[in-house]
């Protein structure tokens, strides 16, 4: 088939150990790095819904929201002020994740997210305590450089910690910790904007100190992985961490593999520019490809933008708020969902299957839109059973992203690198996600505004061409070792002719 098969490790391998109590107690602990991005998603939309808010420091797009009802509907909320707060964050992520990576690799994978808790911590202080604009920024910026710490080493940890038959679902947690958090912030957000004086907009963003703190605690507590303990010299003590993980004392080929890896990577001075060379083509296209759709499919603007992006549609207040709480508790329970299907069904089918439902969901939101608001963005009071139609196919789109694009995105990019690039090319998919998310946000309610309900077929036109990329380029990567990887691409149609043949694609010298 186009896009490769379901395949065994490489060299026909198949590492022992099991899923151990310590695995797993350590992969869920590792997690937790998503709740501080996955909280500052939700808790970012929420609060420039809240009327207080937007009064104390975006006084112009509150006149236009809230006192002027001959306000196009598509264009209240139209403010590069108010975006520069959402999206600051995720240019200083960008610049974050390449300091990040040379941390990653010199110190290892715990250092890198302890460094994330502790940034993150820093910018929930400046928001929740907040007298203006700039103090916003700045913490938004502190925010934006722990996000940067923490995603590129949580997943490479996931990834690295899980034995590769249940490598899927345990580096999914990391996006099940995500969506927690946007859950969390949306209930939160509800809860506090009921407070009498105004100032429950404080709770929210000081709010983000409590998923900090338990990532910095966590983090604290956890080993690194053998594959850091190696790649910084430490043998003995790798071999032991591998024992305990695997639940097995039988460990040896597997930590040959790992110590063949790091070898190869210690000949590698300029990681990026070893990147660059024709035989990492492949994963070089999918560390920029996979993270550039992810934001493509237009759900984090979706997500962080919800409550106002609910009120533009003519909801209430309360409803806009209640309504993000709903989309963020399917996005939750529908990445529960991927956690099981995914080392069953695999990458290919999850991604097309979400594929698919998103563009159906993203077609029949336009046409609702269309109906009620024209391109004139008149605003009209929404009946209760159309505005839940609305919601509706909101929900069944973000569970469609919950199972494919949203854990995927993360997963497969932190499996499909050996060892030599590991570090440079998490950096690059961090950096190309935060770049993109970044650009998204800045001109989200731009394009609303200009686009009106074209903005969900610009989407849905996206979402067809990443699920064709995908059909025809990426080759399925479950139940695959982690440092067997490379083999998938010699026998894929397309990307062969980038691996030569001559090429020792696995750790030990042997030919796949």
């Given amino acids: 088939m186009a896009g490769g098969g379901d395949m065994g490790p490489s060299n026909g391998r198949k590492y022992p150990g099991k899923l151990t109590r310590k695995v ?6 590792a997690a937790m790095g998503g709740l501080i991005f996955g909280y500052d998603i939700g808790i970012s939309g929420g609060v420039t819904s809240m009327a207080p808010f937007l009064q104390k420091f975006f006084p112009q797009v509150y006149r236009k929201q809230a006192l ?3 306000t196009n509907q598509y264009c209240k909320f ?37 460094s994330g808790g502790i940034l993150f911590l820093i910018g929930a202080a400046f928001n929740g305590a907040a007298v203006n604009v700039a103090m916003l920024i700045v913490g938004r910026i502190f925010l934006g450089l722990g996000i940067g710490f923490a995603n590129q080493s949580v997943p490479l940890y996931l990834s690295e910690t899980a034995p590769y038959k249940y490598r899927g679902a345990l ?32 709770l929210s963003l000081g709010g983000a100190a409590v998923p900090a703190l338990i990532f910095i605690a966590g983090s604290a507590c956890l080993p690194d992985t053998p594959n850091s303990l190696i790649e910084r010299g430490n043998h003995e003590q790798a071999k032991e961490q591998l024992k305990k993980i695997r639940g097995i004392d039988r460990v040896d080929e597997e930590f040959n593999d790992l110590v063949a890896a790091s070898e190869v990577s210690g000949k590698v001075d300029n990681p990026w520019a070893k990147l660059l060379q024709r035989k990492y083509r492949p994963q070089l296209t999918f560390a920029v490809l996979i993270p550039f759709f992810q934001q493509l499919t237009g759900m984090n603007v979706i997500m962080f933008y919800a409550p106002v992006l609910f009120k533009t549609l003519g909801f209430g207040d309360d ?14 329970v529908a990445t529960l969902a991927s956690i099981v299907s995914v080392d069953r069904l695999g990458r290919r089918f999850l991604f097309l299957e979400g594929g698919t439902q998103m563009f159906l969901c993203q077609v029949a939101t336009t046409v609702l839109i269309a109906l009620k608001f024209g391109t004139s963005g008149n605003s009209v009071d929404l009946p209760k059973w159309y505005a839940g139609l609305v919601v509706f196919f909101i929900c069944i789109y973000v569970s469609g992203f919950a199972w494919s694009w949203g854990p995927l995105g993360w997963l497969v990019p932190s499996e ?13 998919n961090v950096s190309v996600n935060m770049l993109f998310t970044f650009f998204i946000a800045q001109v989200f309610l731009a394009m609303l505004c200009g686009l009106k309900f074209g903005l969900f077929i610009f989407f849905a036109f996206w979402v067809v061409v ?16 982690i440092e067997e990887m490379a083999g998938v691409w010699k026998t894929h149609w397309f990307w062969k002719r980038y691996v030569a043949e001559d090429d020792n694609t696995t750790p030990n010298g042997g030919m796949v």
């Avoid at 912030?185 to 009921?194: D, G, M, P, R, S």
């Avoid at 499909?416 to 690059?428: K, V």
């Fill in 416 to 428: 499909i690198f050996p060892l030599e690039i590991r570090s440079a090319a998490q950096s690059i």
């Fill in 319 to 332: 409803a806009a708020l209640m309504s993000a709480v709903i989309t963020g508790f399917v996005n939750c």
């Fill in 466 to 481: 990443m699920s064709i990329v995908i059909k025809l380029f990426l080759p399925e990567t479950k139940g695959i070792p």
């Fill in 78 to 114: 139209n403010s590069q002020t108010l975006t520069m707060f959402t999206s600051s964050l995720y240019l200083a992520a960008l610049l974050s994740s390449f300091v990040a990576s040379a941390v990653t690799r010199k110190y290892g994978r715990k250092p890198s997210m302890l």
């Fill in 171 to 202: 580096n999914i947690g990391f996006q099940m910790s995500l969506t927690i958090g946007i859950l969390a912030a949306n209930v939160l957000n509800f809860l506090f904007a009921k407070i009498e004086g105004g100032w429950g907009w404080r």
């Fill in 68 to 70: 002027d009802a001959g």
């Fill in 24 to 29: 797993l107690v350590t992969c869920i602990v």
